[in-house]
């Protein structure tokens, strides 16, 4: 039986793989900064497969010192990691001129330290065993830039750049390392946004995606998947 660890785990991406996972019966440790939601989910997951086992602990992955304790709070509990998803994330609808004096500090804590932090942490163990599969979160913004989400592209760029540099360190040593990219996506992000749910990717697919490469053979790596609208981008 597999483990892996998800952050941000209780909505939108995050949730919809947390789910998948449960269902192929792979073990889980996940994060919320929120006390109750995570309660929920992990009596959910468990409902869901009660032969697996799912630990949850209270954390801020933006804060290092929290993101830290939830690493080692998962070691403890689990012993070794099979899977790493990095998932947690912020979008902020704002060009650079027009941003927040501390987003730029606020976005990089949130959608690049923690993949960084967790890459550090979890991955000599990793080199050790000669095995294990990280999934990164990333963006199409990362690939085509949105002025109007200026700081939110620059951090999903630098996670793909990221990704490819633990690519290019792990392959030698038998551990995998894929980028999810997805498009347009039907998560909290489009809170108060009409949308038409048929015109967008569902966070189902993304989770479709990642437990499919799951399943693909030792010798065979997925470097980067695309999964944009069918009608086009928002």
Same mark, same amino acid.
């Given at each position: 039986?597999? *483990?892996?660890?998800?952050?941000?785990?209780t909505? @939108?991406? @995050?949730?919809a =793989? /947390?789910i998948a996972f !449960? $269902?192929?019966?792979i073990?889980?440790?996940?994060?919320?900064?929120?006390?109750?939601?995570?309660?929920d989910?992990t009596?959910?997951l468990?409902?869901l497969?009660?032969?697996?086992? +799912?630990?949850g602990t209270?954390?801020?992955?933006?804060?290092?010192?929290e993101?830290?304790?939830f690493?080692?709070f998962t070691?403890? *509990?689990m012993?070794?990691?099979?899977i790493?998803?990095n998932?947690?994330?912020?979008?902020?609808?704002? /060009?650079?001129?027009?941003?927040?004096d501390? /987003?730029?500090?606020?976005q990089?804590a949130t959608?690049?330290?923690?993949?960084?932090?967790?890459?550090?942490?979890? @991955?000599?163990?990793?080199?050790?065993?000669?095995?294990g599969h990280?999934? *990164?979160?990333? /963006? =199409?913004? @990362?690939?085509n830039p949105i002025?109007? !989400?200026?700081?939110y592209?620059?951090?999903k760029?630098?996670?793909?750049?990221l990704? $490819?540099?633990?690519r290019?360190?792990?392959?030698?040593h038998? +551990? $995998? =390392?894929?980028?999810?990219?997805?498009?347009?996506?039907l998560?909290?992000s489009w809170?108060?946004?009409?949308?038409n749910?048929d015109n967008m990717?569902?966070?189902?697919?993304?989770a479709? =995606?990642?437990?499919?490469?799951?399943?693909?053979?030792?010798?065979?790596?997925?470097?980067e998947?695309?999964? $944009?609208?069918?009608?086009?981008q928002l």
């Amino acid at each position: 039986m597999k *483990n892996a660890l998800i952050t941000g785990a209780t909505k @939108g991406i @995050g949730r919809a =793989v /947390s789910i998948a996972f !449960a $269902k192929q019966g792979i073990n889980l440790s996940i994060c919320s900064r929120n006390q109750q939601e995570l309660s929920d989910f992990t009596t959910e997951l468990q409902q869901l497969n009660p032969q697996i086992k +799912v630990y949850g602990t209270v954390a801020d992955c933006s804060k290092p010192d929290e993101l830290k304790n939830f690493a080692v709070f998962t070691e403890k *509990n689990m012993g070794f990691v099979d899977i790493i998803v990095n998932n947690v994330g912020m979008y902020r609808h704002v /060009s650079i001129l027009n941003d927040s004096d501390d /987003s730029f500090e606020k976005q990089i804590a949130t959608n690049l330290m923690p993949a960084y932090e967790l890459y550090r942490f979890f @991955g000599k163990r990793m080199v050790s065993v000669g095995k294990g599969h990280i999934f *990164n979160i990333c /963006s =199409v913004a @990362g690939i085509n830039p949105i002025a109007e !989400a200026g700081m939110y592209s620059v951090t999903k760029y630098a996670l793909l750049g990221l990704n $490819k540099v633990m690519r290019l360190e792990m392959q030698q040593h038998g +551990v $995998k =390392v894929t980028a999810i990219i997805p498009g347009s996506t039907l998560t909290d992000s489009w809170k108060g946004i009409t949308v038409n749910p048929d015109n967008m990717v569902l966070p189902e697919d993304v989770a479709s =995606v990642i437990t499919n490469i799951l399943s693909m053979s030792a010798g065979a790596n997925v470097d980067e998947v695309m999964i $944009k609208p069918a009608p086009g981008q928002l």
